[in-house]
């Protein structure tokens, strides 16, 4: 059971990745008709929400955007930041959506930012916690610090999804209301990137509830027979 969610989570994962790089690089040479880069639309973006203290930079690496609420920066990566095409734009908007959910204090991104560190130390305490205890021999226990720390990353991965897709959302509405985009092909071209690239999320979502749902039933399964 455990390698066929070990290939079963791997896959979907896998698709997931290959999919939004396949939409990005598709429609990475589709240029939109108002010719604005990356930086330019999220910053139109930004301006008219009132954000004019959000700063915009560079940041390495190919789909390394994000937006980075302690210093209210948009870090988008060169072909984002320099690019006018569909996907360039996209990208962008969809970071400007994560810092327009932080100026409204968007409820569920305010979850996610105070779940960061607990998630973090749990993803820690996940691989390192059931190994110890196991070679200890104190099996259930390292079993129910798997499942309890699996149940967070889990919790986390699950307000992820709305977040996620609120930025998209956002992205979308603002892309054609500030003429960044043309409705029809072009806002269809922007969709395909961010629903692939939604759909990441709901990959990571599926791949820790499966496995704390297995890690679950092995717990059961191992406290039923103790009694």
């Avoid at 301006?47 to 390495?60: A, K, R, S, W, Y």
């Avoid at 699996?150 to 919790?155: E, F, G, H």
């Avoid at 992205?171 to 500030?178: G, R």
Wanted: proline share 3%; with cysteine.
């Amino acid at each position: 059971m455990i390698w066929i969610v070990f290939i079963a989570t791997l896959g979907i994962s896998f698709w997931a990745s290959s999919r939004v790089r396949s939409q990005f690089r598709r429609y990475s040479t589709v240029s939109s008709w108002s010719g604005l880069t990356g930086a330019q639309a999220a910053r139109r973006i930004l301006n008219e929400e009132g954000l004019h203290d959000v700063d915009i930079t560079l940041t390495p690496g190919e789909l390394s955007d994000h937006y980075d609420p302690s210093t209210r920066t948009l870090a988008l990566s060169e072909s984002v930041f320099h690019g006018n095409s569909l996907s360039a734009v996209g990208v962008a908007a969809h970071e400007a959506g994560h810092a327009i959910q932080h100026a409204h204090a968007y409820q569920p991104l305010m979850w996610r930012m105070l779940a960061v560190r607990t998630t973090s130390t749990a993803s820690w305490v996940l691989m390192i916690a059931p190994l110890v205890l196991g070679l200890l021999g104190k099996f259930i226990l390292g079993l129910t610090i798997a499942v309890v720390c699996l149940a967070i990353l889990m919790a986390f991965n699950l307000i992820t999804l709305p977040v996620e897709f609120d930025a998209s959302r956002r992205a979308k509405t603002a892309l054609v209301n500030s003429r960044i985009i043309a409705p029809g092909p072009e806002a269809d071209g922007v969709n395909a990137v961010l629903n692939a690239a939604g759909f990441t999320y709901v990959a990571a979502f599926l791949s820790s509830l499966a496995w704390f749902v297995l890690r679950l039933v092995e717990l059961l399964g191992l406290t039923s027979n103790d009694d």
